[in-house]
């Protein structure tokens, strides 16, 4: 039987309730909007659906304004992988303003990959 064509859909982006990384639940959407207003604790990105997946590894990077790590370096964008573990998965891809806020203010593009090839994107703007 022929592998089923997996199916990628951005159900939310914008601003979320606080999301506890340790919890099988997804961040509550607060707004849709790609524009941030950059404060200590806010946090922003996207929920993305994936159907037809289940086994299949997902790439993601979130590109950000340049801003130095704790040894002074420019940081570089944040990259990871997701698994997919089941046939209807979601997952949010974000990121939370911390201190100092004036050096993540810009554009933060969040990006998600399926053998190379983008398949889920947005463009925020901190402001």
């Excluded at 089923?4 to 909007?33: M, N, Q, V």
């Excluded at 998965?89 to 593009?109: A, N, Q």
Aim: overall charge negative.
């Amino acid at each position: 039987m022929p592998r089923l064509k997996p199916e990628f859909e951005i159900c939310s982006f914008g601003l979320y309730t606080a999301w506890d990384r340790e919890s099988k639940e997804l961040p509550k959407i607060r707004k849709h909007t790609l524009e941030i207003h950059a404060e200590t604790g806010v946090e922003f990105g996207l929920i993305l659906s994936v159907k037809k997946a289940k086994g299949e590894v997902l790439e993601y990077r979130i590109d950000h304004p340049p801003f130095t790590d704790e040894q002074g370096n420019i940081a570089p964008p944040f990259e990871g992988t997701y698994y997919i573990s089941s046939n209807d998965f979601r997952f949010f891809l974000g990121d939370t303003v911390w201190e100092p806020v004036e050096d993540k203010k810009g554009i933060w593009k969040l990006s998600v990959y399926y053998k190379g090839k983008e398949v889920a994107g947005k463009q925020f703007i901190l402001v």
